[in-house]
C-alpha cells in the first residue's frame, strides 16, 4: 500500500510541474521590464596615480531609437601633490539621454552632478575642501550588440561646463556595456 501511495504522489506532482512548465509560455511578458536595461562602466589605474572608478547606469527603452536613465558613480584616487599623498572619495550621480541615429550610431547627452574632494595650499598649510561639480555632456557613440540583450558602448563626448574642478579633460572617452534585464 506505501508504495502506491508513493506513486500517486509522485505522479501528482509531475502533473503540476509538467501543467506549470507548459502554462510558462502563455504567461505574457511584462512590457515594462523588457524595455528596461542595466550596465555601466569600470575604471582601474595602478601606479603613481591610483584610481578606481564604479559608474553603474540604468536605462529605459522609450521607443526603439530613444532611451533615457539615470547613473551613479564613485571613484577614489589617490597620488602626490604639494609633497603630501592626495587620497580622494568622489561620488554623484546622472541623467542621460540617447537617440539612435542610424544602425547603431548615437547621439547622446548627460548631465552630471558630482561632489569632489580636494586639497587647496594657503602659506604652505594645506586645506582639505569639498565641493559641487556639474558636467554637461554632449556627442555621440557607437553601440555593438554581443548577444540578443547585451552591447558594447563606446561614446566620445565634450563637458561644455568645464571648470577648475571638473575631474575630466575633453574629450571624454568612455567604453561601457549594457544588459538588457
Do not use: C
Request: hydrophobic letters at 40%; aromatic letters at 14%.
Amino acid at each position: 500500500m506505501h508504495l502506491l501511495n508513493r506513486i500517486i504522489i509522485i505522479t501528482f506532482l509531475f502533473g503540476i510541474s509538467y501543467s506549470a512548465m507548459s502554462q510558462k509560455d502563455s504567461i505574457p511578458k511584462n512590457p515594462f521590464k523588457d524595455k528596461l536595461y542595466t550596465g555601466g562602466g569600470l575604471g582601474l589605474q595602478i601606479g603613481d596615480y591610483t584610481l578606481i572608478q564604479v559608474s553603474p547606469i540604468l536605462g529605459y527603452n522609450i521607443t526603439e531609437n530613444l532611451s533615457v536613465g539615470i547613473g551613479a558613480t564613485y571613484q577614489y584616487t589617490k597620488y602626490r601633490q604639494y609633497n603630501y599623498d592626495f587620497v580622494s572619495n568622489m561620488y554623484g550621480g546622472s541623467i542621460f539621454g540617447r537617440y539612435i541615429i542610424w544602425r547603431s550610431i548615437f547621439a547622446y547627452a548627460e548631465d552630471e552632478l558630482l561632489n569632489i574632494e580636494y586639497r587647496e595650499q594657503v602659506n604652505n598649510i594645506i586645506y582639505k575642501k569639498r565641493t559641487n561639480v556639474n558636467s554637461l555632456f554632449v556627442g555621440g557613440g557607437v553601440r555593438q550588440l554581443v548577444g540578443e540583450n547585451s552591447a558594447m558602448v563606446l561614446m566620445l563626448l565634450w563637458n561644455l561646463n568645464e571648470t577648475p574642478y571638473t575631474p575630466y579633460n575633453n574629450p571624454i572617452i568612455r567604453i561601457g556595456f549594457e544588459i538588457g534585464l
